[in-house]
């Protein structure tokens, strides 16, 4: 199973940016997906955010992050970024990386059961 480490988490201003890393313990295949959800508070549901095949091919975003956050993959380095653009106190959560085996498409992307890795998540504050 691909092991996961996010990092690039912290406090920012609202209006601020963020970049987000996931780094995978081995490459996943060109046809898996990597995700990222967040969680608030500890314990709910987690929210989808983004995915991408890991060949890039397909990207997939919530509602709430089209415009503002952009997912990419770099393949040398075995890792997924989030980058994320004019956040907001909403935006305040633990962002967790997730890998599927499976080539997701758009109508089934967003749910996390699908998903069979997940990092130890990364906590992200926007301060009014």
């Known amino acids: 199973q691909v092991q996961l480490v996010e990092s690039g988490g912290g406090l920012v201003q609202a209006g601020g940016s963020l970049r987000l890393s996931c780094i995978a313990s081995?490459?996943?295949?060109?046809?898996?997906?990597m995700g990222w959800f967040r969680q608030t508070p500890p314990g709910t549901e987690r929210e989808f955010v983004a995915?991408?095949?890991?060949?890039?091919?397909?990207?997939y975003y919530a509602h709430f992050a089209e415009g503002r956050f952009a997912i990419s993959v770099d393949s040398a380095k075995n890792t997924v970024y989030l980058q994320m653009d004019n956040l907001t106190p909403e935006d305040t959560a633990v962002y967790y990386c997730?890998?599927?085996?499976?080539?997701?498409?758009?109508?089934?992307?967003?749910?996390?059961?699908?998903?069979?890795?997940w990092g130890q998540g990364t906590q992200v504050t926007v301060s009014s």
């Open positions: 081995e490459r996943p295949g060109s046809t898996n997906t």
């Open positions: 995915a991408i095949r890991w060949s890039s091919a397909a990207k």
């Open positions: 997730a890998h599927s085996p499976a080539p997701l498409l758009r109508a089934v992307v967003a749910q996390s059961f699908r998903f069979d890795s």
